[in-house]
């Protein structure tokens, strides 16, 4: 079985950083894509960045210039450098994977979430 457990949310002030990590583990082949979303309440869920197998990436417009997403394969971890944080990045951030299965069938996972709340 896949797990994805995440780590590093929390309270911060407006202005400030924060870095998010995301482990897999158990038995699988690979990981393809792995990204991050993020629901605020009320809301639906959104993708914030995502990261490639090949080490591309890709941002919501909102968080470009702010938020750097990278993965250590070795460690089967991807991470979100989150700077300059507004208030509206309050929300609860879910890790997201695409994981090839011993079975060589894809998957797609996800974690249990971690709040992140900015004040003003």
């Known amino acids: 079985q896949v797990q994805l457990v995440e780590s590093g949310g929390g309270l911060v002030q407006a202005g400030g950083s924060l870095r998010l990590s995301c482990a897999a583990s158990?038995?699988?082949?690979?990981?393809?894509?792995l990204g991050w979303y993020r629901q605020a309440p009320g809301k639906q869920r959104d993708l914030v960045a995502q990261?490639?197998?090949?080490?591309?990436?890709n941002y919501a417009d909102s968080v470009k210039g702010r938020f750097t997403i990278s993965r250590d394969n070795a460690k089967n971890t991807v991470y979100l450098q989150m700077n300059s944080l507004k208030p509206e990045d309050t929300a609860v951030y879910y890790c997201?994977?695409?994981?090839?299965?011993?079975?060589?069938?894809?998957?797609?996972?996800w974690g249990q979430g971690t709040q992140v709340t900015v004040s003003s």
């Open positions: 158990g038995s699988f082949f690979s990981i393809d894509t």
């Open positions: 990261i490639t197998g090949g080490d591309s990436t």
């Open positions: 997201n994977a695409l994981i090839r299965r011993l079975s060589g069938l894809r998957g797609n996972f």
